[in-house]
């Protein structure tokens, strides 16, 4: 149960969720201040006070950062979602964020997603099912360019067709493993696949932003 709060801390606290609600980025403290009609040096102690009570968190003490916290003292879900792209069409190398390969957008947990530069592929077919990815579900992946055996990676093959597959080296090949039996599994010469991802989670249904 968090520490109660004076007038003043409250009113500080209730100024922060009306302006992070509003754009989503939390106020400098000279412009809190103004708004408030208080000194510099009083928003700045009384965001130490919500800090010690565990209504905010700071990135460092002079970090214009300030994230309002739940009750479980992480950020609250206002601040936590992150915008990635859906990338229309993986091509070889990385970083794929060229404005002109987005396909929209999705908004993620960034509690969940903690990994940089990700992006979303939207998956076609059902060579996947049976791993529980299905047609038109949307792909969260990590930039990789390496896969160890097992994993579930977004490949291109031939720098043209992009895949999502289940990865195994072998000696003289590289398997691409689908998850239905209704495929067979595909082998590549090893300057044919260049691994673009790592798959890290699957979205369904209508969340994207375009």
Known sequence: MKVPLTAKQQRVLDYLQREIAKTGLCPSLRQAAAN?????????????????????????????????LNRTRQAAALQRWREIPIIGRVTAGLPMYAQTEWDGSIVLDAAVYRSQNIFALRVKGDSMRDAGILNGDLAICEPRQYAQNGEIVVV????????????????????????????????????????????IGIHRGPEEIN
């Open 36 to 68: 408030l009609g208080v000194s510099h040096a009083a928003i700045a102690q009384i965001l130490r006070v919500l800090e010690e009570k565990g209504y905010v968190k700071r990135e460092g003490r002079y970090s214009r950062n300030v994230y309002l």
């Open 156 to 199: 291109l093959i031939n720098s043209e067709e992009a895949t999502v597959k289940r990865f195994f080296l072998r000696d003289d090949h590289i398997e691409l493993r689908p998850e239905n039996t209704d495929y067979a599994p595909m082998r590549y010469g090893f300057g044919e696949v260049l691994v673009q991802g790592k798959i």
